[in-house]
């Protein structure tokens, strides 16, 4: 199976009060960053067969913005493994319910999810991998262990199309 796991786009401000920052939504910049991610992974022709999502207001709205751009219309799978308190035994119990599909987008929140990053690619949890919000790593979960293919941020995704929209031929005068 391939794994994308992604951080939920940008949602304001903590709140102190869980239930309150439970409920925090996406801010325009967080909508943005769903949007640009999404175009970032058509462009790579990236095939979700299932995206899951913590229960987060937050996550649940980047996993449906991105799974509309990407043409998902099965409903997204809300799991637990993935909210900010899930345990990696959480996490690998997901997997495992999931295996059957080819294609899985699971997005989350830090610091759990570059911790689990971090523990499938390295069997012991030692890598420190920064996933800044609205990032995306791929995960060939094929591999033993898991391979990190690419890890994408929307500021490098910006900065990609940014570079791609300009020629690269220099100009020149013709007379």
């Not at 229960?55 to 219309?73: C, H, I, M, N, W």
């Not at 997204?76 to 080819?102: C, H, I, R, W």
């Not at 030692?126 to 890890?151: F, N």
Request: proline share 5%; charged share 20%; with cysteine.
């Amino acid at each position: 199976m391939i794994l994308y796991l992604m951080r939920h786009a940008s949602a304001g401000m903590f709140r102190e009060n869980p239930t309150l920052d439970a409920k925090r939504g996406l801010i325009k910049e967080g909508k943005d960053q769903c949007m640009l991610m999404a175009r970032m992974l058509s462009a790579l022709k990236v095939q979700v067969d299932v995206i899951v999502s913590s229960p987060l207001k937050r996550s649940l709205q980047t996993a449906q913005f991105v799974g509309t751009e990407l043409g998902y219309d099965a409903k997204v799978e809300v799991s637990s493994a993935l909210a900010p308190n899930a345990t990696f035994s959480d996490f690998q119990d997901m997997l495992v319910k999931y295996a059957g599909y080819e294609g899985m987008l699971a997005v989350g929140h830090n610091p759990v999810l570059f911790q689990f990053l971090g523990h499938l690619i390295t069997g012991n949890g030692g890598a420190a991998i920064r996933m800044r919000k609205g990032s995306i790593a791929r995960v060939d979960l094929d591999h033993h262990p898991p391979r990190l293919q690419w890890l994408i941020d929307p500021r490098t995704a910006r900065n990609i199309y940014a570079s791609v929209a300009k020629s690269s031929r220099p100009k020149t005068s013709r007379k």
